[in-house]
């Protein structure tokens, strides 16, 4: 291990032979740091948190402290991070709560930019992008792939689909489906089908035209969420991405942001 020699590491905290830390950060004895990972100078590791791979933490970020949650009182709750995320400066992830099922879970690949949060109990996927400044509430779910642009607010519970696209400065209080483009502040609505970022990701002409037509079905025909539930399973044999579709509206609680 490389640490600096005004870092504090507590004894307890089990750290990779060859991780990183960087002057005045501090590590607490829950902690686990896998291998690669490098912790730049004046971050804050502490409470259950499990970390894997590879991931890069830069200064003044806040790792695994307890939740802003005032019905918070101790409980030993967790955080589990995956490997190869990016945590730019003054990023803050909370612990979960006992509220919920105890732990704030992140994947693989994410980029939190500088200033972002992810609150108590959130369950994050892979490749996802959360540019500066945006804020997720408590028990928020994010699949895979995801763009939430800067300023942004998400209210606790809120579900966001695989390969959404929310633009800077949305407040979000519904769930998000799949591929979809949101806009619009805080009268936020979906605005279109992401099909630069289904491009980016490899789906295929026929696939993305498919997708259009049953982004029609949701937004563009007046139906009941319903009732383009069962037009979209009738979608499926053509192109089996539409699934995502079907089982994202089947499972929304909040209903979906229009």
């Known amino acids: 291990m490389k640490q600096h020699k005004t870092a504090i590491i507590d004894p307890k905290a089990k750290i990779a032979d060859d ?28 409470g259950d948190t499990i970390i894997g791979k590879n ?14 949650d005032l019905k918070y009182n101790g409980e030993r709750t967790q955080l589990i991070i995956g490997d190869n995320n990016t945590f730019r400066e003054c990023v803050t992830v909370n612990l979960g709560t006992i509220d919920d099922n105890g732990k704030t879970v992140i994947g693989s690949r994410n980029l939190f930019m500088a200033y972002s949060h992810i609150a108590h109990d959130c369950i994050i996927g892979d490749d996802n992008i959360f540019v500066n400044s945006c804020a997720l509430a408590g028990h928020i779910i994010v699949d895979n ?90 979608m499926v044999p053509d192109c089996p991405s539409i699934q995502m579709f079907v089982d994202f509206l089947q499972k929304s609680e909040r209903g979906i942001i229009r």
Not at 191 to 206: A, H, K
Request: hydrophobic content about 40%; overall charge neutral; some cysteine.
């Open 19 to 46: 991780v990183e830390i960087g002057p005045y950060s501090i590590i607490g004895p829950n902690v686990s740091l896998g291998s690669g990972c490098v912790v730049g100078p004046h971050v804050v590791i502490n």
């Open 55 to 68: 991931n890069k933490f830069f200064q003044f970020a806040s790792i695994g402290e307890v939740p802003q």
């Open 145 to 234: 792939f995801v763009h939430v642009g800067g300023y942004c607010g998400v209210h606790q519970f809120c579900k966001i689909g695989s390969y959404s696209f929310i633009s800077h400065s949305c407040a979000i209080v519904k769930d998000v489906p799949p591929y979809v483009m949101v806009t619009g502040g805080t009268d936020a609505t979906v605005c279109g089908l992401n099909v630069v970022g289904l491009r980016r990701d490899n789906f295929s002409d026929d696939d993305i035209l498919s997708l259009k037509r049953a982004y029609k079905v949701i937004y563009r025909k007046g139906l009941k969420v319903s009732e383009a539930i069962d037009e979209l399973i009738e």
